[in-house]
């Protein structure tokens, strides 16, 4: 079954720096997600990648998705206090209609 | 707002009883996802539904069932409750058949077995 491994597991960055999270599937890719939790709380989409080079941002957020090394990147740029919150990437095969998840990267933006 | 509803949000209860959670899928939308959180495991999907019928099946446990009914909602059953079965268990929904659009979730229903 397909896997997906995030790193770093846990990171802690100054307001305002850069930062990058990574998203590696043990098979590949065919449409990738990424989401945003807030401790306890539902799931917000924030972008999804489907084709293999695709980049998407939004607002200060980049993900890139890497089809020949099965990984997808989410780059924070100048990052603030909201951005906080537990960041998961999601995938699904091509012949199955599950949704899985990574194992999270849970963020904190200090000021 | 997702758009998707979970009822409750939170929930107590003893070992070895028997619960429902309820999830209203965003208007249109046809398939309902179930998925599992706990702190120890991560996001786990348990079970999806395409309009009523069952679509694919994670690491759901035999104690644990779910249906979508005809006005599209969804329940999850769970049963001989344990005490590791407390978690945060969110459902999601599309309007596909396959995931190609984004999932909106719910704020989730907290479960808690004492």
Known sequence: SQELEQSPQSLIVQEGKNLTINC???KTLYGLYWYKQKYGEGLIFLMMLQKGGEEKSHEKITAKLDEKKQQSSLHITASQPSHAGIYLCGADGRNTDKLIFGTGTRLQVFP | DSGVTQTPKHLITATGQRVTLRCSPR???????WYQQSLDQGLQFLIQYYNGEERAKGNILERFSAQQFPDLHSELNLS?????????????????SRLNTE???GQGTRLTVV
């Open chain 2, 27 to 33: 208007s249109g939308d046809l398939s309902v996802y």
């Open chain 1, 24 to 26: 590696t599937s043990s």
């Open chain 2, 80 to 96: 001989s409750l344990e005490l590791g079965d407390s978690a945060l268990y969110f459902c999601a929904s599309n309007g596909g």
């Open chain 2, 103 to 105: 999932a909106f979730f």
